[in-house]
């Protein structure tokens, strides 16, 4: 049977998949070659920004930062970039959370000093420009170093050294706590008695959209209202997926097994879809769910572009929540069902009209 189920997917894999690879080793050149020149002029720029610190300086940083700091510098870093942690390192994510906690804008400072000393940092340096390089975590986005740039100047434990640009370099100083009682920001509020559990102590408790039809091109507003029914550990980030679904014409050949490759080949002779899916980091006011306190309803509002492709009719909107990993892991029965990992629960309906 596994002989004759893996037949089976070659089969459909050369008849319905048609990657587009003509060009793909001259865009990976290019890439390549227009990412390593920037990457360097990235690097010396940093370089230089640190060169007036003590040789072997340890550095609190973003992920991103810290992996340039490291190639560049001869400091020390906190934190590595995820995909550069040794396996052996079993506290890289508790590192990898530090440096969450340190640019989040929703602890108080005791977190955050707490969080820059139990790495031994000397130094943090903080970068309100866009993100040096992907962070799965998600750590280091421009909105964390523009808010983390706003906030330090108030700690009583940093001093700030230099700054160039949207670089800023401050001196650590340890001192008696003294926390300003600034609680952690809550996130827009919500309402809703939905209540449907989506996975790891996360429920969906209100769904809204913005209007009860559109038509090809427009931007729907949709809010969702989270909660979490008890403690949610750091780790793989979590990802909403919302899906909008709507039936099709099934002919004589149509199969359940096979729905998917068949929904496919349908769109792809008629010209249209019947099904467009999305998905985002689950956040709540720049706060992952392990930083919600248990019952607290947490308010996320997504836009969902309507292709100009999408077929007339009525369509069922699914909402699904999973961890995200690094490497997608799909079964054999998603290439092939209709209902797939990602089909979600039901949380309304929409029409769309061309």
Same mark, same amino acid.
């Given at each position: 049977?596994?002989?004759?189920? #893996?037949? +089976?997917? $070659?089969?459909?894999?050369? %008849? ?14 290019? #890439? ?5 020149? /920037?990457?360097?002029?990235? /690097? ?26 490291s190639a560049f510098t001869d400091h020390f870093v906190t934190v590595i970039l995820d995909q550069h942690c040794s396996p052996a390192d079993t506290s890289a994510v508790v590192k990898i959370r530090r440096s969450r906690d340190i640019f989040s804008p929703s602890f108080p400072d005791s977190i955050v000093k707490e969080s820059i000393l139990a790495g031994g940092a000397e130094y943090l340096f903080i970068d309100a420009g866009p993100p040096a390089v992907d962070d799965f975590f998600g750590v280091n986005s421009q909105e964390s170093g523009v808010r983390s740039l706003l906030r330090a100047g108030s700690y009583s434990f940093l001093r700030e050294i230099r700054s160039r640009g949207t670089k800023r370099l ?18 827009? *509020? ?29 931007? #729907? $507003? ?43 080949? %349908? ?30 309803? +947490? ?21 699904? $929540? ?20 990602? *089909? ?5 309906? $929409?029409?769309?009209?061309?």
């Amino acid at each position: 049977m596994h002989l004759i189920g #893996a037949l +089976v997917f $070659v089969f459909f894999a050369a %008849v319905f998949l048609r990657p587009s690879a003509a060009s793909l080793p001259r865009r990976m050149s290019s #890439a390549l070659r227009d990412g390593s020149s /920037g990457e360097e002029k990235r /690097g010396e720029g940093l370089a230089d920004f640190l060169s007036a610190l003590p040789p072997g300086s340890v550095v609190a940083a973003d992920p991103g930062s810290s992996y340039y700091i490291s190639a560049f510098t001869d400091h020390f870093v906190t934190v590595i970039l995820d995909q550069h942690c040794s396996p052996a390192d079993t506290s890289a994510v508790v590192k990898i959370r530090r440096s969450r906690d340190i640019f989040s804008p929703s602890f108080p400072d005791s977190i955050v000093k707490e969080s820059i000393l139990a790495g031994g940092a000397e130094y943090l340096f903080i970068d309100a420009g866009p993100p040096a390089v992907d962070d799965f975590f998600g750590v280091n986005s421009q909105e964390s170093g523009v808010r983390s740039l706003l906030r330090a100047g108030s700690y009583s434990f940093l001093r700030e050294i230099r700054s160039r640009g949207t670089k800023r370099l401050f001196a650590v100083e340890p001192s008696p706590s003294t926390d300003s009682g600034r609680a952690l920001s809550e996130a827009d *509020t919500c309402s809703g008695d939905l209540n449907i559990p989506v996975g790891e102590m996360i429920v969906l408790d209100g769904f809204a959209i913005d209007a009860a039809s559109y038509s090809q091109g427009d931007t #729907a $507003v949709i809010t969702l209202c989270w909660t979490s029914t008890g403690e949610v550990d750091f780790g793989l980030p979590f990802y909403w997926t919302v899906r909008l679904d709507t039936d099709f014409r099934k002919g004589p050949f149509y199969r359940k097994w096979y729905g998917k490759q068949y929904r496919r080949r %349908v769109e792809r002779k008629r010209g249209e879809f019947y099904r467009h899916t999305v998905s985002g980091r689950l956040t709540g006011n720049g706060r992952q769910p392990d930083m919600w306190k248990e019952g607290e309803k +947490v308010r996320q509002e997504i836009r969902v572009r309507i292709p100009y492709a999408m077929a007339d009719g009525e369509y069922e909107v699914k909402v699904s $929540v999973q961890r995200w990993a690094y490497v997608s892991n799909r079964h054999i029965r998603d290439y092939f069902l209709n209902e797939d990992s990602y *089909t979600g629960y039901d949380a309304g309906t $929409v029409t769309i009209r061309k």
